[in-house]
């Protein structure tokens, strides 16, 4: 063994004479000798983009509960939550870890790395003088997507040095204005959306519209996919300008008038979203509801909208399970409108289970309430709709009936109805439906509750967008505070908000308290401390 020891030393003395006799041409080659020939040292940014693609889109935990289309009645340990008002990290922060990379998330349940790294990377390896236009201005299309989220969710957010770490050393990013945000990000969907250039690079990749996405979308060459990113980016435009109605009504009814010039969608062959296969790309969300199914049930406002308008897509959404603890091997459920039945806002568990208590009471292992339906809307495989045909014209029949476009309320009508009818075809591309029948539709959109009356227009429009965002967290809960609609009753149980009402945004993680601690308490001065009362710039009282 000595004898061996003493032959590696004296090897190891030669090599680094060799390289001090020669110390230029072992610094010349340095790079070359230093790289794993089988690491990864270039990647198309086209493939960041599409694993940007798969994101985060709201969780049943958080904003679907303050909406009050879902509901977790218990008010202890682990499932305490927004049910009851009660702030928990837990809660809060799954957008915020789905979005930006940190110690405990350099990479996604699915593979990929958080969308605003991936996003980044990609904008900087393609550089500012690129000559992939195309690829470029959809990235900053869909990451002003992003960001809408990110603020309309927690208010001033890191932007500017976000997901800079590597290229730029921003370990600890500052937190941005979230109004400098929604100024800056209106300026990136409008250079975007000119750059695209129908006789540039046709984006295979891209999962919405390229080579990879669904038939209904599916495009082959750059023409008609430049098409589709335009409709998207406009889509998004208008989006962002409905934002202002309550702070500044003639700066929302300016940008929305230029975003339905420039062309928003007009089908659901328009709607961007990506599907699950429910195995490698499984809904992570829906899994926690099948996996943990004795918390998880329907909120009680929201099944009766369903079953006052007899919605013949509450078949798809809400279900009675024989055991509500064992959901998942349960292929057929109770799907019959008459018999579901929702949990009441801010009652427990406990009060449901008392003996005499005016509730339900147990089923199983659960509560005898209704639940989401896990062999259709809320399967592992399902599609996730970004942004939809049906959530456009809706904001186009409220842009109408509130004069910001032409046509009164007879075009706001014909945007209503054409929504909510795209709203329903588009359940056909979840697993095991059948298709709502024309003659379905026609019956819903008469329906004495449904049908457009002008003297209730903006309840009945906002309504409509309340349901079709039952799986887009994020945009049903930034709607509701933007225009109040609908008309939903507080939670009695304050919490956290200190006084009944409902929360005005998400409490940034702690993670950020104990590790950026010097910008997150900045920002939480900013907006009026990090509290689930503080208002977003644009949600004015």
């Known amino acids: 063994m000595s004898n061996s020891n003493d032959m590696l030393k004296i090897i190891n003395r030669l090599v680094l004479l060799s390289c001090f006799a020669s110390l230029a041409a072992c610094d010349k080659d340095f790079e070359k000798i230093n790289k794993n020939p089988y690491g990864v040292i270039s990647i198309d940014p086209a493939l960041l983009f599409a694993g940007a693609q798969r994101n985060h889109i709201g969780t049943w935990n958080a904003e679907h509960i303050i909406v009050q289309q879902f509901i977790v009645p218990y008010n202890t340990g682990a499932n305490a939550g927004f049910s009851f008002y009660v702030d928990i990290d837990g809660n809060s922060l799954t957008k915020w870890d789905q979005s930006y ?3 405990g998330n350099a ?8 969308p605003v790294k991936n996003l980044t990377q990609a904008l900087n390896l393609l550089g500012p003088n690129t000559p992939r236009i195309n690829l470029q201005s959809i990235i900053r299309i869909w990451k002003a997507q992003l960001f809408m989220g990110l603020v309309d969710n927690y208010g001033d957010v890191p932007y500017s040095e976000a997901g800079k770490a590597v290229s730029d050393g921003k370990f600890f990013p500052k937190y941005d204005d979230d109004a400098a945000i929604y100024d800056d990000l209106y300026k990136e969907l409008k250079e975007s959306i000119a750059a695209l250039n129908p006789s540039g690079e046709f984006v295979s990749a891209d999962l919405f519209y390229g080579a990879n996405a669904q038939p209904s979308t599916k495009t082959s060459n750059a023409a008609d996919h430049v098409a589709k990113w335009k409709k998207l980016g406009n889509s998004l435009l208008l989006r962002l300008g409905m934002r202002y109605s309550k ?8 940008i929305v008038a ?7 969608m007009t089908s659901n062959a328009d709607n961007a979203f990506v599907k699950n296969d429910g195995t490698v790309f499984a809904q992570q969300d829906n899994l926690a509801l099948r996996n943990f199914s004795q918390f998880h049930y329907a909120a009680e406002p929201f099944v009766n909208q369903l079953k006052s308008t007899s919605d013949p897509r509450a078949r798809f959404m809400i279900a009675q399970y024989a055991d509500p603890g064992a959901i998942a091997s349960n292929l057929t459920p109770d799907i019959t409108l008459a018999n579901q039945y929702g949990v009441p806002i801010g009652v427990t568990s406990d009060q449901i289970l008392a003996p005499g208590s005016p509730y339900r009471g147990a089923r199983g292992s659960g509560l005898n309430y209704s639940q989401f339906n896990v062999n259709i809307i809320a399967a592992p495989g399902v599609p996730e709709f970004w942004v939809t045909y049906a959530q456009t014209s809706l904001l186009l029949a409220e842009a109408a009936k509130r004069g910001w476009i032409a046509g009164g309320d007879a075009q706001a009508k014909i945007y209503y109805d054409n929504a909510i ?13 059948t298709p709502i029948s024309a003659g379905e539709i026609a019956a819903y959109l008469t329906h004495p509750n449904v ?7 903006l309840n009945l429009i906002n309504t409509q967008y309340w349901i079709v965002n039952i799986r887009n967290g994020t945009e049903a809960f930034a709607n509701f505070r933007r225009t109040g609609l609908p008309a939903l009753t507080p939670n009695p149980v ?3 908000l200190g006084s009944v009402g409902f929360a005005r ?3 940034y993680p702690d993670l950020e308290a104990s590790a950026n601690t010097a910008n997150y308490n900045e920002a939480a001065a900013a907006i009026g401390g990090d509290k689930l009362s503080s208002r977003v710039f644009w949600d004015t009282p």
């Open 505 to 507: 945004r998400l409490s």
């Open 494 to 496: 304050p919490g956290a």
């Open 421 to 433: 009818t795209a709203d329903m075809e588009a359940y056909s591309l979840y697993t095991g439906t």
């Open 107 to 114: 990479t996604l349940t699915n593979g990929n790395a958080p």
């Open 101 to 103: 990379a940190n110690a």
């Open 451 to 457: 049908i457009y009356t002008p003297a209730n227009a």
């Open 258 to 264: 230029e975003a339905f010039a420039g062309g928003v």
């Open 247 to 254: 702070l500044n009504p003639t700066k929302a009814a300016d």
